[in-house]
């Protein structure tokens, strides 16, 4: 099965920043290289929410009003990689991140709408991120 793979996460202090990674390579690179990537989380008895998106150019990126002005999602071209940089962490941040590629709709390669995770797929394996004191 075609997956992402995702590295990053931990515990961290209210206030504190963690990075993560969404890699591809070998026969799943083109998936992380053509197609917009996207950034999702789940919290403990809620839903999957989306909470960044950056399109397959690095050109345009979406964040959720949530997360605006603390989260950065970049790309690495020559590493195959996409990050999401959380700073400012809070105790709601907690959640299991997921990275996807936008591939189940006309817009992969944009962040074209909502992050929505029906129109992703490729779900990488998903990471804790712990924000407590």
């Known amino acids: 099965q075609l997956q992402l793979v995702q590295s990053g996460g931990g515990l961290v202090q209210p206030g504190g920043s963690l990075r993560l990674s969404c890699a591809a390579s070998?026969?799943?690179?083109?998936?992380?290289?053509?197609?917009?990537i996207g950034w999702f989380r789940q919290a403990p008895g809620k839903g999957r929410e989306g909470v960044s998106c950056?399109?397959?150019?690095?050109?345009?990126?979406n964040y959720a009003d949530s997360v605006k002005g603390r989260f950065t999602i970049t790309r690495d071209t020559a590493k195959n990689t996409v990050y999401l940089q959380m700073n400012s962490l809070k105790p709601e941040d907690t959640a299991v991140y997921y990275c996807?590629?936008?591939?189940?709709?006309?817009?992969?390669?944009?962040?074209?709408?909502?992050?929505?995770?029906?129109?992703?797929?490729?779900w990488g394996q998903g990471t804790q991120v712990t924000v407590s004191s």
């Open positions: 996807a590629a936008r591939r189940r709709d006309t817009y992969s390669t944009s962040c074209y709408g909502t992050i929505d995770q029906y129109n992703y797929d490729y």
């Open positions: 950056i399109d397959s150019s690095a050109t345009s990126t």
């Open positions: 070998g026969e799943t690179a083109f998936i992380l290289r053509d197609n917009a």
